[in-house]
């Protein structure tokens, strides 16, 4: 029995022993996880080089969502589906000074889209880049309209043989929901101050009216001619040359036998016709090959994170800064994730500006089409806070700073835009559909007693009688005069007069900085040496401002973001797929997209409570 219970205690001392040893090979391992992903090395950059500009989706000024949700859609096989802008400004800027990159490549076959002013912004800093005498050259297995405006910044355009050029000018075709809401039961109640204030007419309309006939045919000329001015400019082409092209495209098509790089390197175009075998082929002649036989290269993403690690390291603390904070997508009240404005948390970080020493002056970056007039009156308060601590504030717009994007511009010290940024639309609105025609044609009906008239309104299913009408109007007057005043005050000018260019009408920036909406035209980089000016300081740093993130909360993204990796690594896209995939789907749910967009809007819109004005554009649809 002792023998027994002797072999029985050497088991469980062995099985306890190996316990502890499994314990600290996990910790280790643990351990080990954790340092890996704290621990991000620099990707090297090769002696000679070729910067390779390759945006992926949408080109836009401040991503959407969380590094998480991205590494989920790598891990799809989906790509990227949108790129920062400036990440790709930054890593060519710095390029240009750098004596191992010895090229700049412009791969745009999977860009998407991008509004002209971000295009503006990405062809200045490749222009600074071929200042410095570097060659650039592009490459495309074909060229839309946004695409071919970053190619022919270029010294050299290469098209694919079968490929083509497809510009098509600009245009505004809003979709219109009255029909459909009518056959629905219901009735879109809309209360608007502003004669071209356009944005409610897509529930209220099926079709265009001659306001916003007159106010986009005006805006979308200033577009079109800005287009063609600055790629003629580029190409070195007669300054019709692209609506030539654009207008004999059918007819000259047909005479080249419908060879589309043909026609295209026959109008000059494009330098010459390569497939990508021959354009690596070249560029391996300048830069020589890698150990793979590819040419020597680095993206513009790794390289970008060269750029902050030296901007990291030369920083002095004491140096004055520029604080530059994005405001980008709609305004809404609260909180809200990057690509987002949220009343509170864009006012926390003007707030953390104001307070930070080192940050002498502040450009507000605004790329928003409106929202909230709430939202959009709480950061019109701490930009004045800013203001008044003694800090000067420069906006810079993007592709749209309209209605409510304009309202928390209004007091800049000064206004930079872009000439085809799409700003003014000065006008407010509420939206309150009800739903009683569309019940009763299913057999529901309401009925009861309220202590006061307003006791049943500002519900879905009952109309609005005459004293909720005179208090949402009495509200939109107010909002408006609001609006106004905040526009005349930053402007310094009568409120006759804002009212008079006001009246919800959208203008492009080159029409705006006419009439006094804004003060000078140019990039983000020119409105940051605005700021410096104004704060009277010639040597400091740009630092972006961005939302704090905790180290932990920095930590668990990065395991996340690593994890997903690493499965997708393992096991392949398939792991993160839908289980059911249905063929044509991805292009009908794209052909759907703006319906189901524009209808959220409208539920956006009404499903927040009485008491709601928005100031917001829909001009963003171009």
């Not at 082929?281 to 090959?289: M, P, S």
């Not at 990065?558 to 499965?567: C, D, I, N, P």
Request: hydrophobic share 45%.
């Amino acid at each position: 029995m002792a023998r027994v219970r002797a072999i029985l205690q050497w088991i469980w001392r062995g099985l306890e022993g190996l316990r502890k040893f499994l314990h600290l090979l996990l910790l280790l391992a643990l351990f080990g996880f954790l340092i890996g992903v704290l621990h991000q090395s620099l990707p090297s950059v090769p002696g000679r080089a070729a910067l390779v500009v390759a945006p992926q989706g949408q080109l836009v000024e401040q991503l959407s969502g969380n590094a998480i949700e991205r590494a989920i859609e790598n891990a799809r096989g989906e790509g990227r589906q949108q790129t920062l802008l400036w990440s790709l400004t930054a890593a060519i800027r710095a390029a240009a000074t750098d004596s191992r990159i010895r090229v700049l490549v412009l791969d745009l076959d999977e860009m998407d889209n991008a509004g002209l002013p971000e295009l503006e912004e990405l062809a200045g800093a490749i222009r600074t880049f071929r200042a410095s005498g570097k060659p650039v050259i592009a490459y495309g297995s074909a060229f839309n309209q946004d695409q071919y405006y970053l190619a022919a910044q270029a010294n050299q355009i290469y098209l694919d043989p079968s490929g083509y050029v497809m510009i098509r000018g600009f245009g505004n075709y809003p979709l219109y929901f009255k029909g459909l809401l009518s056959k629905l039961g219901v009735k879109v109640n809309v209360f608007r101050i502003g004669k071209f204030k356009s944005a409610v007419e897509i529930f209220t309309r099926d079709d265009m009216s001659k306001a916003d006939r007159l106010q986009s045919t005006v805006y979308l000329d200033t577009l079109w001619s800005t287009y063609q001015r600055e790629v003629t400019a580029a190409r070195g082409l007669p300054a019709d040359a692209i609506a030539q092209y654009v207008d004999s495209l059918p007819k000259a098509l047909k005479s080249v036998d419908g060879d589309a790089a043909k026609l295209a390197l026959k109008d000059h175009l494009v330098t010459g016709l390569a497939d990508s075998l021959q354009v690596e082929r070249l560029l391996t002649t300048l830069v020589g090959a890698g150990p793979k036989g590819e040419f020597n290269a680095i993206s513009a993403e790794d390289y970008a994170a060269v750029v902050r690690a030296r901007h990291r390291l030369r920083r002095d603390d004491g140096q004055p800064r520029i604080g530059v904070i994005v405001a980008s997508g709609e305004i809404l009240d609260g909180e809200q994730p990057p690509g987002v404005i949220g009343g509170q948390s864009l006012s926390r970080l003007i707030r953390k500006a104001r307070l930070d020493k080192h940050i002498k002056a502040v450009v507000l970056r605004v790329d928003s089409p409106g929202g909230s007039v709430t939202a959009a009156e709480q950061i019109y308060q701490q930009l004045k806070a800013l203001r008044a601590a003694g800090k000067p504030l420069v906006v810079s717009m993007g592709d749209l700073a309209a209605s409510g994007g304009y309202y928390i511009s209004a007091p800049a010290n000064e206004i930079w835009a872009s000439p085809a940024t799409l700003t003014g639309s000065i006008g407010i609105f509420a939206i309150i559909p009800t739903f009683t025609q569309g019940l009763k044609k299913l057999g529901i009906t309401s009925d009861g007693v309220g202590t006061t008239p307003l006791a049943n309104q500002f519900t879905l299913d009952q109309p609005l009688n005459r004293e909720a009408r005179d208090l949402i109007r009495a509200q939109i007057n107010q909002g408006y005069r609001q609006f106004v005043a905040r526009v005349a005050a930053g402007r310094h000018e009568s409120a006759a007069r804002i009212n008079a260019i006001g009246q919800g009408r959208v203008w492009a920036g080159a029409d705006a900085r006419r009439i006094g909406l804004v003060d000078h035209l140019g990039t983000l980089e020119e409105a940051v040496r605005a700021a410096a000016r104004l704060a009277k300081v010639k040597h400091y740093y740009v630092q972006f401002i961005h939302p704090r993130v905790s180290w932990t909360q920095e930590l668990v993204q990065r395991a996340q973001s690593r994890a997903v990796s690493t499965a997708a690594s393992l096991f392949g896209p398939r792991l993160f797929s839908s289980q059911l995939r249905f063929p044509g789907l991805s292009a009908l749910t794209g052909r759907l997209g703006p319906y189901a967009r524009q209808l959220a809007q409208l539920a956006r819109f009404s499903g927040r409570g009485h008491g709601k004005l928005y100031a917001y554009c829909f001009c963003s649809d171009r």
